[in-house]
């Protein structure tokens, strides 16, 4: 061990990420609940495709559920980071416009354009004027537990979502027994990650990678998001640049990047996200690719997780690397929960008519 953590968290955590991380069996459990009886008043008709409008941690929920109905969702899902829509958006198109504030510019304009387009539109918010719109228009909301950071909804905003699609008949009801299998699992999983001991998974894998620059490599099947998700927390928690791409795609460019630069290269570090049904050629190039790469970064290492569906996997993962991200954030000596850089941004953008 190289810190005393419970120290760190005193001098460092002042508001609280650490219950926040924490917390995210209670979110999954309590959107359960919440959900079980919902049903739409506007009963969606019709709809060819879905796209989930969301930036930052509003987004990856839309991310997480979308990789889990791949298999089973007989209609195609987008998510929709841009303040412009796709062309295909009209009146068989099912829109859920998800804002934890509410007040995320680009969401609210692809809402103003999907309202534009006569879409069939249910809401995701704690409140704000995505909440205001849609009141106006009598839409139907789904309402979000406020208070936390929008990174740390990621329970709520995933599992709300979800259940929805699934209430919708886009996704098959045993979804929800995985959730709550997902659950438990994530309890006694939290129980191990946020205890300050020398056997902590979470602590020791952040004591390799604190003092590097990431590079998460996630598989096209499953864990593209899982690394996607790890990047944005080690920036917005861990305060730290890294780098993610996925395999297959990675060995027909990526790959070749690591040539240049050896002294670089030894600044990086390698961290391989593996699921168990990953395509077996996904695998092994997985295998081959860090072979080939062994003596070039810093350390490499691989992150999995076991369970018994692709969602219960997932939600273990993300919870993992969420652990990692919050553990890097105090060897970083830095406060994970505040984000100075984007609100300073915001406050420009709101500068600019």
């Not at 704690?126 to 849609?134: D, K, L, N, S, Y």
């Amino acid at each position: 061990m190289l810190k005393n953590y419970s120290e760190l968290k005193k001098k460092h955590d002042l508001e609280n990420m650490f219950n926040a991380i924490n917390g995210f069996s209670v979110q999954i459990q309590d959107s359960v609940t919440q959900m079980k009886n919902w049903s739409p008043v506007n009963g969606p008709e019709n709809i060819r495709n879905i796209l989930i409008l969301g930036m930052g941690g509003s987004a990856i929920g839309g991310d997480i559920a979308r990789v889990i109905l791949q298999s089973e969702c007989e209609v195609p899902i987008s998510v929709n980071r841009s303040y412009n829509i796709p062309a295909w958006v009209n009146e068989q198109t099912l829109v859920i416009a998800s804002s934890y504030s509410g007040n995320t510019e680009e969401t609210l304009s692809g809402l103003d354009q999907c309202i534009a387009r006569n879409a069939q539109i249910i809401a995701m918010t704690t409140g704000g004027r995505v909440g205001e719109i849609a009141l106006e228009n009598k839409f139907d909301v789904i309402p979000m537990v406020g208070g936390l950071q929008p990174r740390a909804a990621l329970g709520y905003s995933f599992t709300l979502l979800l259940m929805a699609l699934i209430k919708l008949g886009f996704g098959h009801h045993d979804l929800i027994h995985q959730l709550e299998v997902a659950v438990n699992k994530l309890e006694v999983l939290s129980k191990s990650l946020k205890n300050f001991d020398e056997d902590n998974y979470a602590i020791n894998i952040s004591e390799k990678i604190y003092e590097s620059i990431p590079v998460i490599y996630g598989s096209e099947d499953l864990t593209w998001v899982a690394a996607l998700r790890f990047r944005g927390q080690l920036a917005e928690n861990s305060k730290m640049m890294a780098f993610h791409h996925h395999i297959p795609e990675h060995n027909h460019n990526e790959i070749e990047g690591w040539n240049s630069y050896p002294e670089l290269l030894k600044k990086l570090s390698i961290i391989w996200l593996p699921d168990q049904q990953d395509h077996p050629r996904s695998l092994a190039r997985m295998k081959i690719s860090r072979e080939l790469l062994s003596d070039l970064p810093k350390s490499q290492i691989n992150i999995t997780s076991d369970g018994s569906s692709p969602l219960v996997r997932l939600l273990l993962l993300i919870h993992t690397i969420d652990w990692i991200s919050y553990y890097t954030a105090l060897l970083n000596e830095t406060d994970p929960t505040p984000v100075i850089k984007i609100m300073s941004l915001k406050n420009e953008m709101s500068k600019i008519v």
